[in-house]
Every structure is written in structure tokens, then in C-alpha cells.
């Protein structure tokens, strides 16, 4: 693969498709961070990562002012090398979301530029170990929706075959957060995996009291219950509980990862491929949970994840959340309840180009 000769950076911002609320923020928009690659043979490579409202300029800004004039002459194909050297040339703002978003830009667009260059599917570039992914449903369990809106979502889910559901918690009340967790179960059965999501939102001993208040409707597991840097807390919890402890989307560096696992403080590893720095990091965090046996079920951007998923043995679930769909001309595609890995090389996403520049932050 010949040498990078162009590396561009910009911001596009999405509008959300649904209000989508938490035990402790609101998702107001997606501010999209792309990167463009282009090589001397013609090569082309294209790369993204997020943020849910804020910080989107602060990357753009790291990426021009600091990372992408370190491409221009690389050897495209060293994808290792380059991730490794700009993580080196960003050492004083690393580890940090900002740092990590803009890695995974220029990240993913190498990777795209490779597995374009390779005639071959991201998935199978990455490993290839299955062609689908069970997917679970995320948007019809806000924590603003009343408990017959969760219930009634969660029905619907049910009956289009999604495989599991999740809803968030965090409500004042303990009681009421089991009293609709209770009410979905009921409603469900027991064949749909019920997963909650705290959002970081409890100390560990209010972690461990709504677990055992939620342990009887048998959880497919408890999603970041404490703050990310709490491995002290969540280690207490996962002894504390049956429910398997789910830990990831907040957290920036492949060490970070390797900690919970020593201390056996997750059950579920949610690696988020933006914000541990792009697929390179992303993999090495999969392996590392395959080695101990645990399985991987990523937070959101379900559009790449689907790849990165079927890349490896040991993940287990998709999140369903839709949100490219204003700058995409296709969507992932789904089959009783499986989100299938795309054929096409590369990553696999039809970026509507049109919408794209429409949406550009002057």
C-alpha cells in the first residue's frame, strides 16, 4: 500500500432521532468527527467518531492542529505503527476522551482504507469469525418513558424478534426502578434477555441494595452502575450480585480494561471503538476479554460495531440505536433479529455524501 498524501478533518452534526434521556444527561446531538485518507494509488479511506453534545470542536481542533499532519508520508498499510506514534505524540493529553475520539477517527479510515485496498469486508479483515450478531433494543427504554410506554416498547420489541431489551435506571426511588423492571418481565416472559443501565449514576452500596432488589427478574446484566474509575466498587458489586456487571463506554484506554478483568469487576465488557481509540485498541480489548473469558457487547454506533462484533468469537450482543440514518443511504441489515455483517469492502456504511456536506459545522 503506497503513502498517505492527503488527511482532512470535519464536524457534521446529526440531530437525534428520539429524546433519549438517562439517570444523569440528555443525548442532544451527535457531533460527527470525520476523517478523510487518501493515498498516492488512488486509495481512500474514511473515518468517524462522536460525541453526544459536547466537544466535538475540541477534536476537530487536535485532529488539524496536532494529528494529521503526522500522516502525510506514512505508509498506509502500518496501521499499528501509526496509531502508536500519534498516541506517543499526544502523550500529555492522553488518556482523555478528546484524545481517544480523534485516534478513532484517523483510525477507522485507515482501517477502512485497508480493508477497501484488501477487497474485503471490514469483519473478515479483522478476523471473521461469524457473518451475524443478535441485536438488542435500547430506544424504547428511556428513563423518562412511563412504565406502560416501557412496557409497551418492550412488547414491540418482542414482536419484531429482537433478542433483548434494555431500559435505564436510576429513578430516586429504588422501588420504583424494580417496579418497572418487574412490570417488563412480566410482560416478556422469560425468552428476551432484560438488561438495565445506570449510567454511572449509584455509589456501590446503592449499586448492591437495587441489585438484589432486581436480581429476581433475572438480568442479562447491570450496566455501569458506578462511575468508570470506581474498579474498587465495581469489584465489590460483582460479588455482591448475580447479575453480571457490564463496564466500558466510558472508559479510554486498553489498560483501564485489562484492571477489571484482573479483578474480576465485569462480567460484560462494553468497548466503545470511538472512545478507546478506534478498531486497532478496539480488537486488543476483545482479545484481552476473550482470553478471560468474557464475552463483548459494545456501546452504540451500531453501524461499525456490527463488523467489529462479527470480527470476534466472544461478543455477544449489537446495541440497536439508530442514528446515522440522516447521512446514510442504507442501513444496517436485520434478520429475525440478527444484524448481519455488510459484504462490502471496507467498512461497510453507504455515507450519503449530499447529506454529509449539508451537515457540515462551518
Keep these: 500500500m503506497s503513502s498517505i498524501t492527503t488527511a482532512e478533518a470535519y464536524l457534521v452534526d446529526i440531530p437525534v432521532e428520539t429524546v433519549r434521556t438517562d439517570a444523569v444527561q440528555a443525548f ?9 485518507v487518501r493515498t498516492a494509488d488512488d ?73 477497501r485496498a484488501a477487497g474485503l469486508p471490514l469483519w473478515v479483515l479483522a478476523g471473521g469469525a461469524k457473518d451475524r450478531v443478535p441485536l438488542y433494543d435500547t430506544e424504547g427504554g428511556w428513563l423518562h418513558l412511563t412504565e406502560d410506554e416501557l412496557v ?52 456501590a452500596a446503592e449499586a448492591i441494595r437495587r441489585a438484589r432488589l432486581l436480581e429476581p427478574h433475572q438480568l442479562a446484566w447491570f450496566e455501569e452502575p458506578l462511575p468508570a474509575d470506581d ?44 472512545r478507546i481509540g478506534g478498531i486497532t485498541p478496539w480488537l486488543k480489548v476483545a482479545h484481552l476479554a476473550e482470553a478471560c473469558n468474557v464475552v463483548v457487547c459494545p456501546h452504540f454506533l451500531m453501524e461499525l460495531h456490527v463488523s467489529l462484533c462479527a470480527a470476534v468469537p466472544n461478543s455477544r450482543y449489537v446495541e440497536h440505536i439508530p442514528q446515522l440514518r440522516a447521512i446514510t443511504r442504507t442501513e444496517i441489515a436485520i434478520v429475525d433479529g440478527h444484524a448481519l455483517a455488510p459484504d462490502e469492502p471496507g467498512l461497510g456504511i453507504d455515507w450519503d455524501r449530499d447529506a454529509i456536506e449539508d451537515r457540515r459545522v462551518a
Excluded at 499532519?69 to 506517543?88: C, K, N, T, Y
Excluded at 480523534?102 to 485497508?114: F, K, P, Q, V
Excluded at 455482591?240 to 469487576?265: C, D, N
Design 43 to 115: 486509495g481512500h479511506g474514511t473515518g468517524y467518531a462522536y460525541t453526544i453534545g459536547t466537544g466535538g470542536t475540541a477534536v476537530l481542533a487536535l485532529l488539524r492542529d496536532y494529528l494529521l499532519p503526522h500522516l502525510v508520508g506514512r505508509d498506509a498499510a502500518r496501521v499499528e505503527a501509526i496509531w502508536r506514534d500519534l498516541h506517543a505524540a499526544t502523550r500529555a493529553t492522553a488518556v482523555g476522551a478528546i484524545t481517544s475520539l480523534a485516534l478513532a477517527a484517523i483510525d477507522t479510515a485507515l482501517w477502512d482504507l485497508r480493508a
Design 28 to 36: 442532544l446531538k451527535q457531533e460527527t468527527i470525520f476523517v478523510e
Design 152 to 203: 409497551a416498547g418492550a412488547k414491540a420489541s418482542q414482536a419484531a424478534g429482537w433478542p433483548g431489551v434494555k431500559l435505564k435506571v436510576g429513578k430516586p426511588n429504588p422501588a420504583e426502578d424494580a417496579a418497572r423492571i418487574g412490570a417488563v418481565r412480566a410482560a416478556l416472559g422469560d425468552h428476551v434477555d432484560v438488561m438495565v443501565d445506570a449510567n454511572q449514576s449509584l455509589t
Design 231 to 274: 474498579i474498587a466498587g465495581h469489584e465489590l458489586l460483582a460479588r455482591a450480585t448475580s447479575i453480571p456487571v457490564a463496564v466500558g463506554e466510558s472508559m479510554y484506554s486498553i489498560g483501564q480494561f485489562a484492571e477489571y478483568l484482573r479483578r474480576q469487576a465485569a462480567g460484560v465488557v462494553q468497548v466503545d471503538v470511538a
